[in-house]
Each structure stands twice: as structure tokens, then as C-alpha cells.
């Protein structure tokens, strides 16, 4: 790990087993995330995308091998724990937004601060600033329902940055959005990136791909090439 | 129609779990209705197998002070009744006789009734064996034949096919055995033969005694008020014939069917039935909730149907058509709940209280009771169906159509209905579960009510003298002062006692009183009643019950000294409030004068009193009659004492048979019995209703965290942790209790008050139904979300996140 890392993962392999089958979802993963970077994660389907990011996530956790987020060893740690640093450092952009279809905007935004025990007052202004950020702070009461996918994806974003984690994940978060609001969020999250987030966000889509500062290509659960973008 | 039905059955086929839930659940509800109907059918519509029942009606004196009050009337009223009446096609008289069946090995009590021919006439019956009395029989001496109940003939002589023509003795007299009526017939209850009445001319011109019953049959096309009217008419004349006796008396006439079921049957039928369809209706909202999770999973072909240009209505019946199904299997389970339900209730009847009940032998599943029965479960398939299919048929086709594309999680809209459903199962289960802890209470409370010192210590027994070999009061004191002896001095008794009738022995004796020097009846106060019981000098202490003031009787006060008497606390409080009581004299209506000599504590003679009534104890040497209670009192077991008593009684008399043999403790139990047939009855539903409402909340909740696996995947994904996820999942259990408990509570008062009349010993706002329960049902709700509360904190946030 170096000095400057965030994201430390040494030799992460993930097994599945299922009967008498096993699939090896991640083998022997190196991976280094340094602070305020732009990490994109591609690859084709089934190539452990999405695995690996859950277990950047704290979702799931390795078979084997070691990770380290901000210098703490966090691979074993029990499922309370897993949560507390899930809500204080990671946040999660979904491509299927996974807003909370009762909870109006303002509410869905407000969640994560929520399960951290601040107080109301703190929190309104931290879900004001949120929703200031991605521009959907005149529908704070609006319910998800009401929202285009767009400004689904961009309050999903807001609830995201609310509670200033060290690390935006991103799991195809234009994978539900046509091209101009695809766009759209894409630009947001480098305007973020511009601001200092570190993001890392898997995509199919080599457009969005470029944008980032450094991709890595999966292949059968292994790093095959990174490489780096131009970010504008 | 037909595809629906087809559809329905391949649809609860596919999911049978469900499917079989559902019908369990109507199986009780709609099993305990159909036997409580059943009930109500045997006891109020149809308590005995008389053709044309609602036109048979009887009719009695009433008081004009108490419209409630039911007399009989003299042989002068019934003829001037029968000879006049154009409202009645017959009427006809009756009278009971207590009579000793001898001759045919044991001595045997029996209680049987002498009729005039008329009787069987109004009834209809056609007897099973032989025949029903002739015209000629009303005539003295031409009255010795005896009609038999089914029942006596069963018991007593073996149900032979020889019996008529057979001469059996009653009371030492001799009867020739003419008839055998059919099964279930009894009437008046408890009567188990009929002789002929047989009044003497001079007897008929009586208008003194008022001791015949009357019933008659209406004339085809005559209503009830018509009779009523002609009878008013008809009793006018009598008072104006005979202002004395008749000037403040009217008539009454009743339907036999609401006369023969007392006062407090109906009542106690009313509530059972009401609290079985609360428990129904519990059913049909559990069931609703099953259906409604269906319908969720069909809201997408609902959809395709929609757009397919199916109209409303049509996808309404499907859902129906469904429930429907579910609730006619579900009914067809439940007949055989019915069934053991009602031989549960046949076999825990002690013989001695369903002689009283007329159609109880009857009791059981007949073609109205399943005509009920398939009513009643179309009626809950339609409640149950109908407002899930309402929700179906009323969603958007398009939002339907796209329902799985959708990307944000939503279930309140989904929710509202089943939530409204299952909190409305809660508030009707508050209801049967605090209206059953008040009778329940009340009925444990009746058990402690101080009727007299250690019940269960106290053996009874019912003697009635033949009035042919006790005549006169001489001959009756002679054999009660005899046997009050021996019994006296038998091992084991502690003390012995003889009475008219016993506290709760459903037998009482009310008089008129007037106090000397004050105004006598009539133009006295029309409360100036007390009830009057004749006793020995030691019923005090049998029953311990406590005497005040004064001095006990002696047993030695003759009917030629001064007429001394023993009165209660509440008579004082009545009569002399404020007065020394002591030496002051009374007398009821007939002329003697009796001296009070002494001061008794209260007791209540039933349990419906609310408080003691005025009771005045006369020596039986003074006053006694042949019919009389024993009452011996024992340090151990009372059914010890039972062969001394027999052979007591054999010494001085062997055809006397001995009737209603039991402890006082049973005695009370027996004369409580239908009052605690409802508490069982209300706590057996209330218990259902509870396993219902607890299963409702289950089914609910389990559902809702299914449906809510990918919401609370999100929420875990942003770092909420298992407390936050228990916390969320009981928020709406409680939220649940919160709508239902306080609806429920509001109707439990609503009912409470309803039932204030049959709660004895209790208030209707008892801590118990309305703090205990609705504290019991809210951990029982708890304890229901646990369970699904606990499986959403082990949700996978990976697997919920992919979960659709």
C-alpha cells in the first residue's frame, strides 16, 4: 500500500460456492485508490465487476487476501462495524437508483445522517447542500415516483455525498438513463471529482470510461490492463 | 362464470399453503358460527318439535305494576278465556305435578304436568305409541291415564313396546299408560308425563287460586297483537267481575317459543352468536389479507387482461369467485368443527340443567343450520374478496403493465389496505377478548359470591310428599320433624336443616306484606314484596349464614301459638329503617299476623340479584309444605352422608324417593351453568380471535418484509445497522396496534355497556378488559413481529439489492 492510498486491496480473491462448483469471482486482485482519484472498473458481463465493487463497498467481503480503506484492516470485521464505516466513508451511486419509493427526496437524502445519530438540525443543512450540489433542491418533497430517472439518479447522487464519504462508488449509475440524462449525471460526477471526490464507478460504456483518470479492465475475476484517461 | 371458478381452482391449487391457511381460518370462523346458530336454532326458533310453532302462543296474568310478570291464572279465567276467545282455534290448561314414580323397583321423582284433553290439540303432536287423552278424561274419575315423555319411557321402562295398557303408580296412585309421545317433546319443561287435569265443577268456578298455565293455538290469519287485544278485552271483564284479585291484573300473551326459553337464554344466545360473527368477521379480514398478497402477484396479468379489454366487472368476479371457493371449502371444514364443537358442549350439559332447556336434545347440524351455514360462507367469501379485488380492479393498467421496470422501491400505497385490514382484526379482536375477560371475571365472581359458608360441605336433597298420604300440614311436619331427628343424629352430619327452597335453587316464593299499622294492599306501595321461605331452627347454621339479632326457632313453635318470624338485614332496611324490628308484626295477604323474632344476614337467592332482596323465614312447624329442600352440613365429603340419608328416609316412608341429590356447591354451579357455558364460549372465541389477529399481523408483516427485501438492502447498503432494521419493521407492527388498539378499546366500552346486564359481580369497565387485554393483545402483536422483524436483520444486502 502506498502512502497516498485510500483503497488498498492485496491478492482479494472471492470464491463462490454453489453444490459442488466453484467460482472464482475475483483472483488475486492488486488494487491501490489514492485520495480524490477517478477510478473507472470495466469489463465484460460476468467478468467480477460488481463483486469487486462490493467488496470495495463493505457489501460482501473476500475470500482471501487483505483490504485496507483509510489504514484500518476492514476484511474482518463483523457486520456492525461493516455498516458504521459503510455510512461514514463509502458512498453508493446504484444504477437502479434504489430510492425508497415511500420517502419523499428530502428523506431519502437524509437517510445515511440518520443511521449516524446526527441531529435534525445538522442534517437539513447537510441534505440542503447535497440537494444544492446536484440541483434538485426545489423537490425536497417531491417522492421518487414524481421524478424523472435523471433526477432520480441525481437525488440517488445527493444521498450519496450527504454524508461526505471518503469514496463515491458507482455501479453503472447510467445503465437506467437514456444518453441526454446519462450525460448529465456523468458530468456531475466530474464536477464532483473536480471538487476533490475520490469515485470509483463501474461502466460498461467506454465514453464514460475515458472520463475517469485510470481504468481497469477486468477479464475472469483478474486485472488484465489499467490504463489512464484524460479527464476534462 | 364457470372459467372463473376453473381459474380459481387451478390459481389456490398452485399456491396451496396459502390457499389452505386461508380455508382453516374461515373453517373456524364459520364452524363456530354455524354451531352457535345451531344452538340458537334448537333453543329460540324451534326448542320443541311443535308443527306451525309461531302460531302457538301462552298466555298469563301480568301485574299492571310489572309488565314483565308472567302468572298463572285461576280455573274461572280459563274458561271465561276459552269460552269467549275468536282469536284461538283451542286453548288448553296444564298444571305440574311433582310426582313419586313407585311400583317399578326404586321409588323415582318425576315432574310431569295434568292437562285438560285441549293440550294435545294445541300442540299438534301425534303421540309415538297409543294415543293422547280423550274428551271424556277431563271428567273426574275417568282420569287415570298417563301419557309418557319418550325419555321416561327410555329410562324408565326400558323403551318396551309393551307399555301401553301397563298400569303404573304415581304418588301411590295407579295410571293406565294410554301414550308415548315422540322424542325432544317436553312441555311444560322439565315434564316427563301428563295425566288428565280433571278439575271437579266446583273447582272450575274458581277465580281464587291462580295455578293453571295456558297455551293455545291461534286461528289461521289471526297475528299476535290481535290475540293480544282480545285477550286485554277479555281480562278487562275479569277485573270488573272480580276486583279484588283480578283489579290490577291483565293479560299477557307470548309466543310459547320465547316463553319456554326463559329470560336469560335468549340473551346469553345473542351474545354467543354476535361474539362467533365478530370471530367471523376476524376470518374474513385474516383471509382478506391472504387474498390480497395473491392479488399483489397478479397485478401484472391483471394488467395484460386489462388491456386486453376486459371489463371491470369480469376481473372483479375472478377475484370473488376465488374467495368464494376458499370460503365454501373453508365452510365444509367447518361443519365438522361444528359438529365437534356442539358434542363437546351436548356432553359437558349436566342432565339435571338440560331438562330445563327445551330442543337441547336436539341440538346438532339439521337442513336450516346448513342453509346457514352456506350463507354465511358466501357471505364471508364476498367480504373477504371483495375489497382486494376492488384494489386489483382499480389500479392503472399502465402502472401495472410497468410495474417490474420500476427503480424505486414503494409499498405504502400497497400497504394502506392490508394495514386497514389487519388493525381492524385487532380492534374486533380487543372487543371479543375484553368482552369475554368480563363475563369470564364475572363468572369466577358469581363462584365467590358469600352465598353461605363452605358450599362444597353441604349435601341437598329435593323431597316432594304425596299429597293422598300427607294431606294435611300435620302429616307433613310429623315426617319433616321425624327426619330432621334422624338426620340430626347420623355420623358425620354436623347439622341438619329443612327449607321451602334453597339460595339458587331456581325456585322462590314472593308475598305481598303488610306491617301493621300501616296501609295494607291494595293501595299500598306495589313494591311491598318480599320472598318468603319456610326453614328449620338449624338452617342458620347449615347454611352459615349469620343471624343478627333475636333467637333462632326453636322447632318446637306449633301452628297454634303466636306466629313467630325471622327476617333479613335488607327487610329491615326496607320496611323499618332506622326502627327497631324486634317484636313488630307483618302479615302476607292472608289474614295471620307473624311477629318478628329475629334478624338474619343477607343472602342472594340468584345470581342475577344485584342486591339481596327482603326475605322473611317462617318455622316450617308453622307453615311448611310437602315439597321441601334437605340440607345437611358435614366436615368432609357431603356424598358420604347419601346412604344414611336414603336409609333415614326408608325408616320413615320407603316409596319416598329422594330428587336432585347433589352438593350446595353443585347446586350453585348447575343454576350458573349458562352464564358460564357463555364465559367458556366467549373465551374459546376470544382465544381464536386472538391466534387470528396475532396470525393477521404475522402474515403482514412477514409480507411486508418480503416485499420490502430491496428497500431494506438499500437502507443496510447506506449503513443502517440490525437495530435500525428491527426498529423499522416493529415501528409497523406497533403502528398497527396503535390504529387498532384504541378502535378496539372504544368498542369493547360500547359493548361492555351492552353487556352490563349479564356481567353479575364485576363493573363493565374492569382493569382487566381494558388495561390487562389491550396490554396482553399489544405483546402478543409484538411478539408476532419478532419473527419477521428478526429475518429482515439477517437480510443480505447484496442478494436484497438484486431482488425484484
Redesign the interface.
Known amino acids: 500500500m502506498s502512502d497516498q492510498s485510500m483503497i488498498s486491496l492485496d491478492g482479494v480473491t472471492k470464491v463462490f460456492t454453489t453444490e459442488d462448483v466453484e467460482t472464482h469471482a475475483l483472483a488475486g486482485i492488486h488494487l491501490d485508490i489514492r485520495k480524490g482519484e477517478y477510478v473507472t472498473i470495466a469489463g465484460p458481463s460476468g467478468c467480477g465487476k460488481s463483486t469487486l465493487l462490493?467488496i470495495l463497498?463493505l457489501?460482501?467481503s473476500p475470500s482471501s487476501g487483505a483490504y485496507t480503506l483509510n489504514g484500518q484492516a476492514v476484511q474482518n470485521l463483523k457486520?456492525?462495524d461493516r455498516?458504521?464505516i459503510?455510512?461514514?466513508e463509502i458512498g453508493?451511486i446504484?444504477q437502479?437508483?434504489?430510492?425508497?419509493?415511500?420517502l419523499t427526496v428530502y428523506e431519502n437524502v437524509e437517510?445515511?445522517l440518520t443511521?449516524?445519530g446526527m441531529g435534525s438540525a445538522e442534517r437539513r443543512k447537510r441534505v440542503h447542500e447535497a440537494l444544492e450540489r446536484v440541483g434538485m433542491s426545489h423537490r425536497v418533497k417531491h417522492?421518487?415516483?414524481q421524478l424523472s430517472?435523471g433526477q432520480?439518479q441525481r437525488v440517488a447522487v445527493a444521498?450519496a455525498l450527504v454524508?461526505s464519504p471518503s469514496i463515491l462508488l458507482a455501479d453503472e449509475p447510467t445503465g437506467?438513463l437514456d444518453s441526454a440524462n446519462g450525460e448529465s449525471v456523468m458530468e456531475l460526477l466530474s464536477e464532483l471529482h473536480r471538487s476533490g471526490a475520490t469515485i470509483c464507478m463501474v461502466t460498461h460504456d467506454p465514453r464514460y470510461a475515458l472520463l475517469a483518470q485510470r481504468t481497469i479492465r477486468l477479464f475472469d475475476g483478474r486485472i488484465v490492463e489499467e490504463s489512464v484517461g484524460t479527464v476534462s | 362464470m364457470l372459467e372463473d371458478l376453473r381459474g380459481a381452482v387451478h390459481r389456490l391449487f398452485k399456491k396451496p399453503g396459502a390457499a389452505a391457511a386461508a380455508v382453516i381460518a374461515l373453517a373456524v370462523g364459520i364452524g363456530l358460527s354455524t354451531s352457535m346458530y345451531s344452538v340458537a336454532d334448537a333453543l329460540l326458533l324451534r326448542p320443541l318439535p311443535i308443527p306451525d310453532i309461531d302460531r302457538v302462543v301462552m298466555l298469563g296474568a301480568m301485574s299492571e305494576s310489572d309488565p314483565a310478570s308472567f302468572h298463572s291464572v285461576t280455573p274461572y279465567d280459563f274458561s271465561h278465556y276459552a269460552l269467549s276467545s275468536r282469536s284461538t282455534e283451542t286453548l288448553a290448561a296444564s298444571r305440574p305435578w311433582a310426582a313419586n314414580l313407585t311400583g317399578a323397583g326404586d321409588p323415582v321423582p318425576i315432574e310431569g304436568a295434568r292437562v285438560t284433553s285441549s293440550f294435545f290439540e294445541v300442540m299438534r303432536i301425534q303421540p309415538l305409541l297409543g294415543r293422547v287423552f280423550l274428551k271424556e278424561e277431563d271428567s273426574p274419575g275417568s282420569d287415570r291415564s298417563v301419557v309418557l315423555s319418550h325419555n321416561l319411557w327410555e329410562r324408565q321402562f326400558g323403551a318396551s313396546p309393551d307399555i301401553l295398557g301397563r298400569t303404573i303408580e304415581l304418588s301411590g296412585r295407579a295410571f293406565q299408560v294410554v301414550g308415548v309421545m315422540p322424542k325432544g317433546f317436553t312441555f311444560p319443561p322439565p315434564s316427563d308425563f301428563w295425566v288428565p287435569l280433571a278439575l271437579t265443577f266446583a273447582e272450575w268456578t274458581g277465580s281464587d287460586a291462580f295455578y293453571l298455565r295456558v297455551c293455545g293455538r291461534l286461528q289461521p290469519g289471526t297475528t299476535l297483537d290481535q290475540a293480544r287485544a282480545e285477550f286485554k278485552v277479555l281480562a278487562g271483564d275479569l277485573a270488573r267481575q272480580f276486583p279484588a284479585n283480578h283489579g290490577r291484573l291483565s293479560a299477557r300473551v307470548e309466543l310459547i317459543r320465547h316463553r319456554v326459553s326463559g329470560d336469560l337464554t335468549p340473551q346469553y344466545t345473542r351474545i354467543t352468536i354476535a361474539a362467533a360473527l365478530f370471530l367471523l368477521f376476524i376470518a374474513c379480514l385474516n383471509v382478506a389479507g391472504l387474498q390480497f398478497s395473491r392479488v399483489l402477484s397478479r397485478t401484472r396479468e391483471m394488467a395484460v387482461r386489462g388491456a386486453l379489454g376486459a371489463p371491470r366487472l369480469r376481473l372483479l368476479r375472478q377475484v370473488v369467485a376465488e374467495s368464494i371457493l376458499v370460503a365454501l371449502a373453508g365452510a365444509a371444514l367447518g361443519l365438522f368443527v361444528a359438529a365437534w364443537s356442539l358434542d363437546l358442549m351436548k356432553s359437558s350439559m349436566p342432565p339435571e340443567v338440560e331438562r330445563f332447556l327445551p330442543g337441547w336434545q336436539r341440538l346438532g347440524l339439521n337442513g336450516l343450520v346448513l342453509f346457514y351455514t352456506a350463507l354465511t360462507a358466501v357471505a364471508a367469501g364476498i367480504v373477504s374478496g371483495l375489497g382486494p379485488a376492488l384494489w386489483l380492479s382499480r389500479t392503472p393498467i399502465l402502472e401495472n403493465l410497468h410495474e417490474s421496470g420500476r427503480s424505486a422501491t414503494g409499498t405504502a400505497a400497497r400497504h394502506r389496505l392490508r394495514n386497514f385490514l389487519v388493525a381492524g382484526e385487532i380492534a374486533v379482536a380487543l372487543v371479543l377478548l375484553s368482552g369475554a375477560a368480563l363475563m369470564v371475571k364475572g363468572f369466577r365472581a358469581i363462584g365467590r359470591l358469600p352465598v353461605t359458608t363452605d358450599p362444597a360441605r353441604v349435601l341437598t336433597l329435593r323431597i316432594t310428599l304425596p299429597q293422598h298420604r300427607y294431606p294435611d300440614h300435620l302429616a307433613v311436619a310429623a315426617f319433616q320433624g321425624r327426619l330432621l331427628d334422624s338426620l340430626s343424629r347420623a355420623p358425620g352430619v354436623q347439622s341438619a336443616a329443612i327449607t321451602s327452597n334453597l339460595p339458587y335453587s331456581d325456585s322462590t316464593n314472593r308475598s305481598f306484606v303488610t306491617i301493621e299499622g300501616r296501609p295494607s294492599i291494595p293501595g299500598g306501595r306495589p313494591q311491598d314484596v318480599a320472598q318468603v321461605q319456610n326453614i328449620s331452627g338449624s338452617f342458620f347454621p347449615t347454611l352459615g349464614i349469620p343471624l343478627l339479632r333475636g333467637r333462632a326457632f326453636s322447632g318446637a313453635e306449633s301452628r297454634d301459638a303466636q306466629r313467630t318470624a325471622i327476617v333479613t338485614a335488607a327487610f329491615v332496611k326496607d320496611y323499618f329503617p332506622g326502627e327497631d324490628p324486634l317484636g313488630r308484626r307483618f302479615h302476607l295477604g292472608d289474614g295471620a299476623w307473624w311477629t318478628i323474632t329475629g334478624v338474619a344476614g343477607d343472602v342472594l337467592h340468584n345470581f342475577t340479584g344485584r342486591a339481596p332482596e327482603p326475605l322473611v323465614y317462617l318455622p316450617y312447624t308453622q307453615s311448611g309444605w310437602g315439597a321441601f329442600d334437605v340440607a345437611l352440613r358435614t366436615s368432609g365429603d357431603p356424598y358420604t352422608l347419601m346412604p344414611q340419608v336414603r336409609q333415614a328416609v326408608r325408616d320413615i316412608d320407603p316409596s319416598q324417593p329422594l330428587a336432585l341429590v347433589r352438593s350446595f356447591r353443585k347446586l350453585i354451579d348447575d343454576s350458573t351453568i349458562g352464564i358460564g357455558y357463555v364465559a367458556s364460549i366467549l373465551s374459546v372465541l376470544a382465544g381464536v380471535a386472538l391466534f387470528l389477529a396475532v396470525l393477521g399481523v404475522y402474515s403482514l408483516m412477514a409480507g411486508s418484509v418480503r416485499e420490502r427485501t430491496r428497500e431494506i438492502g438499500i437502507r443496510l447498503a447506506l449503513g443502517a445497522r440490525r437495530p435500525h432494521i428491527l426498529r423499522m419493521v416493529f415501528r409497523e407492527g406497533l403502528l398497527l396496534a396503535a390504529v387498532g388498539i384504541p378502535v378496539g378499546l372504544a368498542s369493547s366500552l360500547g359493548a361492555a355497556t351492552l353487556l352490563r346486564r349479564f356481567l353479575f359481580g364485576v363493573t363493565s369497565l374492569d382493569p382487566l378488559a381494558f388495561v390487562a387485554m389491550p396490554l396482553a393483545l399489544t405483546c402478543a402483536l409484538l411478539a408476532a413481529g419478532l419473527i419477521p422483524a428478526l429475518r429482515a436483520t439477517r437480510t443480505d444486502p447484496l442478494i436484497a439489492l438484486r431482488h425484484e
Open positions: 462490493a463497498g457489501l460482501d457486520l456492525g455498516a458504521r459503510r455510512n461514514r453508493f446504484f437502479a437508483f434504489n430510492l425508497i419509493g415511500d437517510l445515511p443511521y449516524r417522492y421518487p415516483s430517472g432520480q444521498r454524508g437506467n
